[in-house]
């Protein structure tokens, strides 16, 4: 079996850059891909940022020797960062993830108040539970690891520099856009979610039937339907 090998020659930060850029739509389609059989017990945004660190680590990491691309090496990696993830805190109980989401919720809610979430006693308050039940649930949640987005995140970096339009030129349509904004409020969740796998995160029907675990028929009823209900209410708002 042939293994492929990757060199050690410095990389320029812009071929990294690129790479990143060009990929960041493959983590997104990935993280989407994975969340469709997980989606009770996981956040997508979660399986995103994994995703998008993991891409970051495999752009500075890749050296082209053309035995593979880019894509394919990218693809693997963040596939990969994703299953270990689910692996690792899917031994918790549904329980176990409930009470994670809501000690973390207490946590965020103590800090936006400048108190100490480490303090065990306003936690158990905020939480409404015992000493020994706040430790009970301590005990089942499964610490995360990894490096956090914001652990290699650079505010100077061109890696995330945003390429979109300008605040001047996004006001030019701005009322437009707010009636769209509106009336995509206004679809129901299944509508407005095929909307967004479809247009936003560039997934095709046989991925967002997937995600949604329908048949690909079923997904073009409800982007059709959805699409005809948007036109009706951008019609009505005009």
């Known amino acids: 079996m042939t293994r492929l090998t990757y060199r050690q020659d410095k990389i320029s930060e812009h071929d990294i850059a690129?790479?990143?850029?060009?990929?960041?739509?493959?983590?997104?389609?990935?993280?989407?891909?994975?969340?469709?059989?997980?989606?009770?017990?996981?956040?997508?945004?979660?399986?995103?940022?994994?995703?998008?660190?993991t891409l970051v680590e495999a752009a500075q990491r890749f050296q082209d020797t053309g035995?593979?691309?880019?894509?394919?090496?990218?693809?693997?990696?963040?596939?990969?960062?994703?299953?270990?993830?689910?692996?690792?805190?899917?031994?918790?109980?549904?329980?176990?993830?409930?009470?994670?989401?809501?000690?973390?919720?207490?946590?965020?809610?103590?800090?936006?108040?400048?108190?100490?979430?480490?303090?065990?006693?306003?936690?158990?308050?905020?939480?409404?539970?015992?000493?020994?039940?706040?430790?009970?649930?301590?005990?089942?949640?499964?610490?995360?690891?990894?490096?956090?987005?914001?652990?290699?995140?650079?505010?100077?970096?061109?890696?995330?520099?945003?390429?979109?339009?300008?605040?001047?030129?996004a006001l030019i349509d701005d009322e437009t856009r707010q009636k769209l904004v509106e009336n995509l409020k206004k679809l129901n969740e299944r509508e407005a979610l095929v909307l967004q796998l479809y247009y936003v995160e560039e997934l095709n029907l046989e991925e967002i039937g997937e995600v949604m675990s329908v048949t690909v028929g079923r997904v073009s009823q409800i982007k059709k339907s959805a699409l005809s209900h948007l036109r009706k209410n951008m019609i009505e708002s005009a």
Do not use: C
């Open 18 to 53: 690129e790479r990143v850029r060009l990929h960041m739509p493959l983590a997104r389609k990935i993280a989407w891909q994975m969340h469709g059989r997980v989606r009770d017990l996981f956040e997508i945004e979660d399986l995103i940022q994994i995703g998008m660190t």
């Open 67 to 169: 035995e593979a691309s880019f894509g394919t090496y990218a693809s693997v990696r963040v596939r990969g960062a994703l299953v270990d993830h689910l692996r690792s805190h899917l031994a918790m109980t549904r329980t176990a993830v409930q009470r994670r989401n809501r000690i973390e919720s207490a946590e965020l809610a103590v800090r936006q108040r400048g108190e100490d979430p480490t303090d065990v006693n306003i936690m158990m308050k905020e939480l409404g539970i015992s000493l020994v039940e706040y430790r009970a649930w301590r005990d089942q949640i499964v610490p995360v690891t990894g490096r956090s987005l914001d652990e290699i995140y650079d505010d100077h970096s061109v890696w995330f520099a945003d390429d979109g339009p300008t605040p001047e030129s």
